[in-house]
Nanobody
Framework: VQLQASGGGLVQVGGSLKLSCTTS????????VGWFRQAPGKEREFVAA????????SYANSVKGRFTISRDNAKNTVYLQMNSLKPEDTAIYYC????????????????????WGQGTQVTVSS
């Protein structure tokens, strides 16, 4: 399946961005979806995940309370709403998908994912 992440950009500290992850080759409702990010010189890290059913979500501690993952299966899209952005949120953000129904507590692990999008740059300026 091909995933496309979009919505990144340049924003000031405290601002908001909404990322989108879509697939044109399959329906997003067939997949659990996660968001990861990678800053320059750092390893890729888990941000948020959503199982196939809306409402079953997980977040990294660093973004909990500021970011929200949601899905609109009718639009074939998973979103990452990012509020109260900080300079340390600057990174390339990737969406990834897992076939089937993984256990939510395991979705922080990048090697669980079967498919990856190309990434979208988020830059938070101070």
């Amino acid at each position: 399946v091909q995933l496309q992440a979009s919505g990144g950009g340049l924003v000031q500290v405290g601002g908001s961005l909404k990322l989108s992850c879509t697939t044109s080759s399959r329906t997003i409702s067939d997949y659990a979806v996660g968001w990861f990010r990678q800053a320059p010189g750092k390893e890729r890290e888990f941000v948020a995940a959503s199982r196939r059913s809306a409402g079953s979500t997980s977040y990294a501690n660093s973004v909990k309370g500021r970011f929200t993952i949601s899905r609109d299966n009718a639009k074939n899209t998973v979103y990452l709403q990012m509020n109260s952005l900080k300079p340390e949120d600057t990174a390339i953000y990737y969406c990834a998908a897992i076939s089937g129904s993984p256990i939510l507590s395991t979705m922080w692990a990048a090697d669980k994912y079967d498919y990856w999008g190309q990434g979208t740059q988020v830059t938070v300026s101070s």
